[in-house]
């Protein structure tokens, strides 16, 4: 099985070894490079973790900030990743010593006998 990758975001790290230290300092830069971003826009790419970026942007970073890609976006492995198969036994009950989890229950088939009312 393969190991899932999450990743940490340094941007604001780089920015600060770079003597930026606000998100004013940065707009500029990328709107040099065509990048128009709004103030709160540079902002949440500063203080927050991005889920989308386009590539311009990350190649317009780069540039202003004279980094690489691996010092502006680090992978790590997922916290808590773990195969479903280990998670069910992990939960099961420690005092009935059976391996069975929550997902291990399934719904039995009702039986109908014709002629009974209820």
Known sequence: MTAKLDYRWHLREVMATRGM??????????????????????YRLVAERPERLSLKTLMALLDVLGCS?????????????????????????????????VGDFRPRRARIVPGKDR
């Not at 230290?21 to 540079?42: C, H, N, V, Y």
């Not at 790590?76 to 009935?96: N, Q, Y």
């Open 21 to 42: 230290f606000s998100t004013t300092d940065l707009r500029p830069k990328l709107a040099e490079r065509g990048i128009d971003l709004s103030p709160s826009q540079t």
């Open 69 to 101: 890609m691996e010092e502006l976006i680090e992978p790590v492995p997922v916290a808590g990743a773990r195969g479903r198969k280990a998670a069910a036994g992990a939960d099961a009950a420690p005092e009935t010593g059976g391996s069975a989890g």
